[in-house]
């Protein structure tokens, strides 16, 4: 059976190598650093997270604007006794004209052109969780963008919950140095093959407005809104609506920076330690969220200050960060490091004879 694969694989490679425009291999290396101190909070506990993810892929570039993507996510996180802790496929087609562009099936999350938060994603979900199972759309213009993707997290089994999320976005720059734009997140936390009866809708929407600007620093500013709409359909007590406001601003040199995002609101976790049919509490299950966006004292304040920079016309990325976190009543600390570099030779090009 495995011998009857790979022939077929080999198959599959030569016809579309001789029917391509383009052949490219891509190998994407990342290593993350992400150690928490949060004990005694209400808002996540203590864990150090240190793996390297290799996503090594062939890509056949059919014609200009057709292109189809298959290879592997593999995942090792440093000092387990496993040789690779987590290998999953990527399998997409991808169609892309400049304007109007697509995906379908498994790709990474720098497919989308949507701004968001971590009220939607934290740092240590995106590691995790860094591909889109699913579709996306998108329109990308010169001063505006808009997309719609739907990521299947969960498939309906005795072990998973049947578990969906839909993504939209749209925005736009205006007077220069201006943009707005709203993104939103509609999730559908449904029911184990198990039992049934115990589906939760979470849906946050955040419309924003900003600005970009250089006065001897590198300038951001942003206004948000966060406005979320949940039900335990279980407990049956209809939908709750918490919301809250989020200022964001950063400053930086050559590559070195200091951000600061306030929250001030209502918790965007109401059901973080509410238990499902099988026992377990939703908590990460169902928020993938920073967990400090679900603190009690109806404020949050993120300060990072670290360095970060791109080299080798993009293929490098450095990333080091030391984030202080408060919860309206005590202080905690977070450090991130993340290095990461891009691999993309062209193995075979049609239109230039090689």
């Known amino acids: 059976m495995i011998k ?21 291999f891509n190998g994407n290396v990342a290593t993350w650093f992400d150690n928490t101190e949060y004990a005694g909070s209400d808002c996540g506990s203590s864990r150090t997270i240190f793996a390297v993810e290799f996503d090594p892929s062939l890509g056949w570039r059919i014609d200009k604007n057709n292109t189809i993507v298959i290879g592997a996510q593999l995942l090792k996180d440093f000092g387990s006794d496993k040789f690779i802790n987590r290998a999953d496929p990527i399998a997409y087609y991808r169609y892309d004209n400049g304007t109007y562009g697509a995906n379908a099936g498994i790709f990474g999350r720098d497919e989308l052109v949507g701004r968001y938060s971590r009220a939607f994603y934290s740092d240590s979900t995106l590691i995790y969780n860094s591909c889109i199972q699913g579709v996306a759309m998108r329109y990308t213009g010169q001063k505006a963008f808009a997309e719609l993707a739907v990521d299947w997290v969960g498939m309906y089994s005795p072990s998973t919950r049947e578990q969906f999320r839909v993504l939209a976005a749209a925005g736009g720059k205006f007077a220069d140095c201006f943009d707005a734009g709203v993104s939103m997140s509609l ?19 955040n419309p924003y407005i900003g600005a970009k600007f250089n006065a001897l620093l590198d300038f951001e500013v942003r206004i948000g809104y966060l406005q979320s709409m949940q039900q335990d359909r279980m407990q049956g007590n209809g939908w709750i609506t918490p919301f809250g406001g989020e200022l964001y601003l950063r400053m930086g040199w050559k590559g070195i920076f200091i951000d600061n995002n306030l929250y001030v609101g209502k918790s965007l976790t109401p059901f973080w330690n509410t238990s499902g049919r099988d026992g377990l509490p939703y908590a990460e299950s169902l928020y993938t969220c920073d967990p400090f966006y679900g603190t009690t004292h109806k404020v949050y304040n993120r300060t990072g200050i670290g360095y970060e920079r791109k080299f080798l016309n993009d293929n490098i990325s450095v990333r080091a960060e030391m984030v202080l976190q408060c919860n309206g009543a005590k202080l905690y600390c977070q450090q991130l490091v993340s ?6 030779p062209t193995i075979y090009d049609k239109t230039k004879h090689k």
């Open 187 to 205: 999730q559908h936390f449904a029911n184990k093959s198990t039992f049934s009866g115990n589906v939760v809708d979470n849906i946050l929407i």
């Open 339 to 344: 290095v990461s570099a891009k691999i993309c």
């Open 4 to 24: 009857r694969s790979f022939l077929i694989f080999i198959f599959l490679c030569t016809a579309l190598t001789l029917r391509s425009q383009e052949l490219f």
